[in-house]
């Protein structure tokens, strides 16, 4: 095959999240979080890529999809995959991280508890769970429907069968049962009610957990005559009854109770994955904390400076000086956020238009516009209302704003909305001088805590005169935009990248060398890739620092020898996209070359004029190339890259940061 396969490509990408959860490098507690990350990953990978495979197998019949792969042989490999990464996740968790945890005082049980262990279990059960678990009796008469992600406990006692729907937000998971000299003792409420079954039922039972994933993917019925939010508020009822993808088990339940839940639930047997016996481990997202403990996590870095904002008694007139260049989350987020409540609260700004992809459910974002809405101004929002598993938090914002005053508009037909940027006009005298942010990341102060992204605060007229014809194109899909310096996807991006990367292959054939580095969190889209494949056999050196997916794999010498592919996974989501072709050709990118994002949405490259950022984005990148610490050859098996750097690339960031803003 000339590609790898898009969902093959992204499990070796959670291969790399298990890196983290091995590496000895990685702080103790830091690591749990990478067992979280990888089950949370793992959890959406099935509801929505494992469940478009057997949808597609089941209704569209065993075709070869664009890379040339059968669903047959996708879910057959997955499943294969999956299940040597989970026995992998499961001897790192019980062999090396819970004994590890015992060595620091923080006794996790889990797995053999002791007889001492339990009696300690079975007191915590009568002070607190005595009343708390009501069985229902399985018969094989009965409609079995198990809800999405929830934890089952299937109890078998003689000849009959139960089930138990373990509410983890009303018994939490994990109960701390003491805390003395110096070690905490946890247990996970599973365990409390296995301990305890026999109190529960009247007698001794096996018990066995069973988890269902199901097809998370919205099916919007076009044939309703009814508004997008209603469509998508009706569809969202269905993730629970959605198509199953996947049935987890305890692999030591015998087959014949397996098969029989199996049968009841209506699967077939692909759809069957064994595991150990606890399962939705990215609940250890909330595994408590041990602040007494620092060594066991990641030194808190103070949040860097933007000082000559942090020193202006006048942001509009600094912004106007010199665009405002920042990079998350070495820096806070509230230097845009407070921007917009200024913009909200000021009189003489006059209009706010924002796109909204991810928005949190506190949002300063969201509560700043509605500010600006009741005081008023005219607040335009474009609210995507499709971005999956976010739907309720971008509607309930939507009509929120809607009730203070501001136009919001729910999505493009046939484009999903994938800018994250947002245009300010304010009254200056006798004219209006508009201030943008355009950013990589999304306008969500919660995850820029997490995701590396870089933004830039801006009164350039490069900027938001072509940010001005985007906003008049998302409140009116007829009109027709014309952009002059943003490269924005449908319209002209894909041509730019094209005419970039066809101006270098003819340097190249003219004896130039050339040297082109590309950061994105995917690289999907096949076009793209037999581009990059061209430039490199005729001589073009293609730097990628690739996160996630990646088809491209080699088929020529020269393709091995001049593209290099590495991927960097570290406390931080690599989140941000440079296209870096040349000193007159730098981009930053809220859009990943991928086919829906150069194709089917609405997405926005811009440049980055300043040299001092140009630099800076040109060493991130030349140094997440050589990291060996953090960065992995994708087309050699995640190996590590070999460098001899002391410092990760996410701490030499966070000093290339320093300086910039020393400057």
Avoid at 206 to 211: E, L, M, R, S
Avoid at 539 to 545: L, Q, S, T, Y
Wanted: proline residues 2%.
């Amino acid at each position: 095959m000339n590609y790898i396969d898009r969902d093959l490509s992204w499990l070796s990408f959670n291969a790399r999240i298990l890196q983290e959860v091995a590496s000895k490098s990685v702080p103790l507690m830091e690591r749990l979080k990478f067992v979280a990350i990888f089950s949370s990953n793992l959890e959406e990978f099935y509801k929505v890529r494992v469940a478009s495979h057997r949808f597609a197998q089941k209704y569209k019949g065993d075709k070869r999809n664009k890379y040339g792969y059968r669903p047959s042989f996708i879910l057959q490999q997955i499943n294969t995959i999956v299940s040597e990464q989970q026995e992998y996740l499961g001897k790192l968790f019980f062999e090396e991280l819970v004994p590890q945890m015992a060595s620091e005082g923080i006794r996790f049980l889990c797995g053999n508890i002791g007889a001492d262990d339990r009696r300690l279990i079975e007191k915590h059960f009568d002070e607190f769970f005595s009343d708390a678990f009501q069985l229902i009796e399985i018969t094989n008469e009965q409609e079995l429907h198990l809800k999405n992600q929830a934890i089952y406990q299937y109890v078998i006692a003689n000849d009959k069968r139960y089930q138990l729907e373990m509410d983890y937000k009303k018994w939490g998971r994990f109960n701390t049962l003491s805390n003395d000299d110096n070690t905490s003792t946890i247990v996970q409420v599973d365990d409390i009610f296995k301990y305890n079954v026999h109190k529960v039922l009247g007698q001794e039972a096996d018990v066995y957990a069973v988890k269902i994933s199901r097809d998370a993917e919205l099916y919007i019925d076009e044939e309703q005559d009814i508004s997008i939010v209603k469509k998508i508020k009706k569809s969202l009822k269905k993730r629970d009854t959605g198509l199953p993808c996947r049935l987890l088990f305890n692999e030591n339940i015998p087959f014949k109770h397996i098969n029989s839940l199996r049968k009841q639930l209506d699967l077939d047997m692909t759809s069957l994955i064994a595991g150990g016996r606890y399962h939705n481990y990215y609940d250890f997202f909330s595994f408590p904390e041990f602040k007494d403990k620092p060594h066991l996590y990641y030194p808190v870095e103070e949040k860097l400076p933007v000082k000559r904002l942090d020193d202006s008694k006048d942001w509009y007139q600094s912004v106007k000086e010199k665009d405002v260049f920042l990079s998350f989350p070495y820096q806070s987020f509230d230097y845009v956020t407070r921007f917009l409540t200024m913009a909200a609260e000021d009189d003489a700004v006059e209009e706010i238009y924002t796109t909204l992809y991810r928005v949190s459910h506190g949002s300063e974002v969201g509560l700043a516009l509605e500010k600006a809405a009741q005081k008023g101004k005219k607040v335009f929002v474009l609210s995507e209302v499709l971005a999956r598993f976010d739907e309720e938090s971008n509607i309930y914002w939507g009509e929120r704003l809607e009730k203070a005053g501001a136009i919001v508009k729910y999505g493009i037909d046939n484009l999903k909305v994938h800018a994250k940027v947002f245009l300010v006009k304010r009254r200056e005298g006798d004219t209006v001088q508009s201030y943008a942010y355009l950013g990589t990341g999304n306008l969500n102060e919660k995850t820029a805590r997490i995701y590396a992204d870089h933004g830039i605060l801006t009164a350039d007229k490069r900027y938001t005169d072509d940010l001005n014809q985007v906003f008049m194109f998302l409140q009116d899909e007829d009109y027709q935009p014309h952009f002059k310096e943003l490269l924005v996807a449908p319209f002209v991006l894909r041509k730019k990248l094209y005419s970039l990367l066809n101006k270098s292959i003819k340097k190249a054939t003219k004896g130039e060398k050339l040297e082109l580095n590309i950061k994105l969190n995917s690289l999907e889209d096949i076009k793209m890739i037999d581009k990059i494949r061209e430039a490199a056999d005729i001589g073009v050196r293609i730097n990628m620092v690739v996160r996630g997916i990646c088809c491209y794999s080699p088929i020529s010498e020269q393709q091995a020898e001049n593209i290099k592919v590495v991927s960097v996974i570290d406390k931080f989501l690599e989140h941000t996209r440079i296209y870096h072709f040349d000193d007159d050709h730098v981009y930053l990118a809220s859009a990943d070359w991928m086919t829906r994002n150069l194709s089917a949405r609405v997405e926005i490259a811009f440049p980055v004029y300043d040299a001092e950022a140009k630099d800076l984005l040109r060493q991130q990148i030349d140094y997440q190339l050589n990291d060996g610490l953090k960065g992995r050859n994708i087309n050699e098996d995640n190996r590590y890259v070999k460098g001899n750097n002391k410092l990760t690339s996410q701490l030499f960031m966070f000093e290339l940061v320093t300086k910039l803003m020393e400057n």
